[in-house]
């Protein structure tokens, strides 16, 4: 399989060229020169398979030989060593439960593969690897535990200051040794075109040897894909149109799950829930794209201006809007929709959402009412643990959440974080600083 950069003027890579490379040297996004189609079998045969078998089968695809399949096999099971079960709410609705990594957040599936690809890679040459990652809340810790301790690579984590939860800088501050956090006084915005300028940056790349842990990876985002399929093979009724609600913000879940449709996986349609970063949701409806500065919302980890893989959408459906309305409808929710949609899934069915998978279900719900017909079922991606948004959680329905026990611990240690400014020229003479 070669990848193509989504600009189109860089020359077509192998999956470790795009797995080490993270960005193309045009600036572009790496993309698969096709998608693989399933057969027909694999798919009516998922209910006899494990996650783990499931997923080798998509991702050989996509590595073809570039990683044995006994290696592939020993990644991914060291990889995705927890569930992702469905759980049904109602007999139309079911939550896709994607925390039960070690961080609690659905980023635990693409950082933990891209970490043991890497490592497999690496432990083959005598060269050190310096990622790079920009996070609005959740990425930064899943990379850092992913990555932490790994031999041959170094972890600079770029994050917003003030804007994601206490307990995510926890987490993403406390690790040392190979993992450093960059608290950046800016937006998540500022810390994406801060990595985007660093890879572009060929005196730097040439000196430091860089790479990206952010969904513009495609490592990243192919073992995304891989939940999609799981998901369909715990539904009991596969007859019926099936919708997935992803919250969305920088897009590549949704473009993790658009690979997956198009691999053959009976998706009727995704509903994208946006917060008051509405950007794509404008885009979807209007036609237009007008990036704009991220904005604050309790569901922080979407709030993203400027979506990096609305390029990935773009370039998988040929910039064909109509197809793209097609398959995606895409609302937005307020804080106050956010708030209401915790209270509203609590009281109905005694189960308590994180905000993101709150804003997913404002709007999924709204969508679900203008249905001409009730032959559907409906999974809501719930990304993240509600304990990693205690204040927010809690206050909506004065009641106590208990933190899991690998959360808690790192509430006790001492943060460390590097203070920089937006400016691309103070990013670089700090690492032109830490290489003399």
Do not use: W
């Not at 897009?251 to 970063?277: D, V």
């Not at 069915?349 to 905000?355: E, K, T």
């Not at 460390?416 to 020229?425: I, Q």
């Amino acid at each position: 399989m070669k990848y193509y950069s989504t600009n189109r003027n860089s020359p077509s890579v192998t999956f470790e060229e795009a797995l080490m490379n993270g960005l193309a040297p045009d600036g572009g996004l790496y993309m698969p020169e096709s998608i693989p189609k399933l057969e027909k079998s694999f798919l009516e045969n998922l209910e006899n398979l494990s996650f783990q078998e499931i997923a080798f089968e998509i991702a050989k695809r996509f590595i073809e030989g570039e990683i044995e399949a006994d290696d592939l096999k020993r990644i991914i099971n060291e990889a995705i060593n927890f569930p992702a079960p469905v759980i049904r709410l109602d007999e139309k609705l079911s939550v896709l439960e994607l925390f039960h990594g070690p961080t609690l957040a659905f980023k635990d599936f693409g950082a933990r593969f891209m970490a043991k690809s890497m490592a497999h890679f690496i432990s083959k040459e005598n060269r050190r690897l310096n990622i790079l990652v920009a996070t609005s809340g959740d990425t930064g810790s899943a990379v850092a535990n992913g990555f932490y301790d790994t031999p041959g690579i170094n972890v600079f984590i770029l994050y917003p200051k003030g804007k994601v939860s206490y307990i995510q800088e926890k987490q993403l501050t406390t690790l040392n040794k190979n993992i450093t956090a960059l608290e950046i006084d800016g937006t998540f915005d500022d810390c994406q075109r801060l990595v985007k300028s660093a890879f572009v940056d060929t005196e730097l790349n040439n000196k430091m040897n860089l790479s990206s842990a952010n969904s513009i990876n495609f490592a990243r985002l192919l073992p995304q894909t891989f939940y999609y399929f799981e998901a369909f093979k715990q539904l009991k009724n596969k007859t019926v149109e099936i919708y997935f609600c992803v919250p969305s913000g920088n897009l590549g879940n949704l473009s993790a799950g658009l690979i997956a449709k198009e691999m053959g996986l009976p998706i009727t349609k995704f509903i994208a829930a946006t917060n008051s970063n509405r950007t794509f949701t404008e885009f979807v409806k209007s036609g237009k794209f007008v990036p704009r500065d991220s904005i604050l919302t309790l569901s922080n980890a979407m709030d993203v201006g400027n979506p990096s893989n609305l390029a990935r959408i773009s370039s998988l459906y040929s910039d064909n809007l109509n197809q793209i309305r097609e398959i995606i409808f895409s609302d937005s929710g307020t804080d106050n929709d956010t708030i209401n949609a915790i209270k509203s899934v609590y009281s109905k069915h005694n189960y308590i959402l994180d905000p993101h998978g709150a804003v997913g279900y404002f709007v999924l719900n709204n969508f679900l009412k203008k249905l001409s017909t009730n032959n559907h079922s409906a999974i809501l991606l719930e990304t993240a643990h509600p304990s990693k948004f205690l204040d927010i959680v809690e206050k909506a329905l004065n009641v106590e959440i208990e933190i899991p026990e690998r959360l808690q611990s790192s509430l006790s240690k001492e943060k460390k974080s590097v203070p920089l400014s937006k400016h691309y020229n103070d990013l670089k003479d700090y690492f032109g600083s830490i290489e003399k």
